[in-house]
């Protein structure tokens, strides 16, 4: 009886599974079909050639094309200094900014006046004995030539040497007279004050840094990229630069939380390149760039940082695509007439923070993927959805 108590529940157990898999066979299966895959939408644009003007971005400090120390030519002890003799002061070419007490430069012009007196009547003296001397030899009735000492010539010359000296000494003296009034040697301003009333200078010792106000420069350094792409103003030995050669360039720096612009051209190019950052600098000129030219616009100021965007060359049929469009590797996705992707490897002729430009690797026409697509395979089918191209940078926007 034992043996049916284990054989019992095997019995059971094998039971159950020949109704399960009878049930298993009996039982309809399902369809089979295709699941259907939905096109990813995307936006497009298409592709059309046209002109695009370079713009080339640098940034530099602005500084004054002349900048000078202002040294006296003589000693003494400053007695005046002008309104305009102060840091940040403008002033004229021209105008007086410190009087050097002038006392003994006056007495020197006097004394210098006496001596020139004093040899013009020594002259005078010698040219009326040298006179008398000759009509003497012809009274005495001789006939030969007399001698230049008879005549008194090298006495004459030696008066005459006396009135030089003595007019080159009174020359001296007013020139000194005239250097304890120390003036503009051009219109510009006070960079740094360094003496002031009282303080006794000597010839060596520096008053003041000015600068002039003509014009303000500002040294720009250009990749060896961004040169390819420009027109510089070289200098040769033959030949000079126009005017009109020169590239435009627009300078711009905040003051507080707003942005103003001058207008400034590029005038020369360095003629090293930087060791240091291999760049090549080319310098930017404003034109009185401390006029009131405009309405509450404040004029640059020396030292002051500026961004410039400098004119560049102009590329002809080109292809202009928003930089996210571009891929990884310089890839972008076309559309074709299948609405499925198709990978394109680019070659950009020039890019810049918002734009690269093609000059092929496309057609016109074509519609560019402009929507990021994670996992973007060649055929991927895609819904397009053709979008204004109008949201291209404009080269007004750039420059």
């Known amino acids: 009886m034992k043996w049916i108590k284990f054989i019992f529940p095997v019995l059971i157990l094998l039971a159950a599974i020949g109704i399960s898999f009878l049930i298993m066979q009996s039982s309809e299966k399902p369809a089979q079909g295709k699941r259907k ?40 002890k400053i007695i005046y200094t002008s309104d305009h003799f102060q840091e940040g002061a403008f002033f004229e070419k021209g105008d007086e900014l410190l009087r050097i007490d002038a006392s003994n430069y006056d007495i020197a012009v006097t004394v210098a006046k006496s001596q020139l ?114 027109d510089l103003p070289e200098s040769y030995r033959e030949k000079k630069q126009t005017p009109t050669d020169l590239p435009e360039v627009i300078l711009s720096s905040n003051f507080g939380n707003r942005q103003y612009q001058w207008p400034g051209r590029i005038v020369r190019t360095e003629g090293t390149f930087d060791t240091k950052s291999r760049r090549l600098f080319v310098v930017a000129q404003v034109d009185n760039p401390y006029g009131l030219k405009e309405t509450n616009k404040p004029p640059l100021k020396i030292g002051q940082y500026v961004e410039a965007k400098i004119k560049g060359k102009i590329l002809e049929n080109v292809f202009i695509i928003p930089r996210a469009a571009v891929r990884e590797n310089s890839q972008i996705l076309l559309v074709d ?58 080269n007004q926007e750039q420059h």
């Open 37 to 76: 895959i939905q096109p990813t939408a995307v936006e497009v644009i298409p592709l059309k050639k046209q002109d695009f003007q370079v713009v080339l971005q640098t940034q530099g400090t602005v500084k004054p094309r002349t900048e000078s120390s202002l040294i006296p030519e003589v000693s003494g």
């Open 117 to 230: 007196a004093e040899a013009q009547l020594a002259l005078a003296e010698e040219q009326a004995l040298a006179k008398q001397a000759l009509r003497n030899w012809q009274r005495l009735g001789k006939t030969t030539q007399p001698t230049a000492l008879v005549l008194h010539k090298p006495q004459l010359a030696r008066a005459k040497a006396k009135v030089a000296s003595a007019k080159a000494l009174l020359k001296q003296a007013q020139l000194d007279l005239q250097r304890t009034r120390i003036k503009a040697p051009y219109a510009g301003r006070v960079m740094e004050k360094m003496a002031d009333v009282g303080q006794y200078v000597s010839p060596g010792t520096e008053l003041a840094k000015i600068f002039a106000v003509d014009f303000a420069e500002i040294r720009l350094p250009l990749s060896n990229q961004q040169l390819g792409f420009i």
């Open 337 to 394: 007439k299948n609405n499925q992707l198709l990978p394109r490897q680019i070659k950009p002729v020039w890019q810049d923070n918002q734009v690269i430009i093609i000059a092929d690797g496309a057609e016109e026409g074509d519609l560019l993927c402009i929507t990021p697509v994670a996992s973007a395979a060649k055929g991927m089918p895609v819904s397009a959805i053709i979008k204004n191209h109008q949201h291209l940078p404009s």
